[in-house]
């Protein structure tokens, strides 16, 4: 089984950064994709930005300049640098891994506020 744990959400000012981590522990836990992903209330989880093993990455149109998704292999963690904040970017973000081995696992979720 594998578990999946976020961090780095909280408040921060438009045109402000924070740096979202992701890291996948238990039985065969090395990851083979990771995303984040997105919700506000009464919307459908938006992708955000996903990142291959190998480092290929994929990044939404209104994210894309901004946020930076990091990969290390050696700790099975996920970065998400997001900077030049908008309110708009004001959302739960969700990390979902695939492993290596085919587990699919989703984190609890952390709530990013932008707003001055």
């Known amino acids: 089984q594998v578990q999946v744990a976020e961090s ?9 950064s ?3 981590s992701c890291a996948a522990s238990g039985r065969s836990a090395e990851i083979y994709v990771a995303g984040w992903y997105r919700q506000t209330s009464g919307q459908q989880r938006k992708l955000v ?7 290929n ?21 996920v970065k998400l640098q997001m900077n030049s904040l908008k309110p708009e970017d004001t959302a739960v973000y969700y990390c979902n891994v695939m ?18």
């Open 8 to 16: 780095g959400g909280g408040l921060a000012q438009p045109g402000g």
């Open 18 to 20: 924070l740096t979202l």
């Open 49 to 55: 930005a996903a990142i291959t093993r190998a480092g």
């Open 57 to 77: 990455t994929n990044y939404a149109d209104s994210v894309t300049g901004r946020f930076t998704i990091s990969i290390d292999n050696s700790k099975n963690t």
């Open 99 to 116: 492993t290596v081995t085919g587990t699919d696992a989703w984190g609890q979720g952390t709530q990013v506020t932008v707003s001055s």
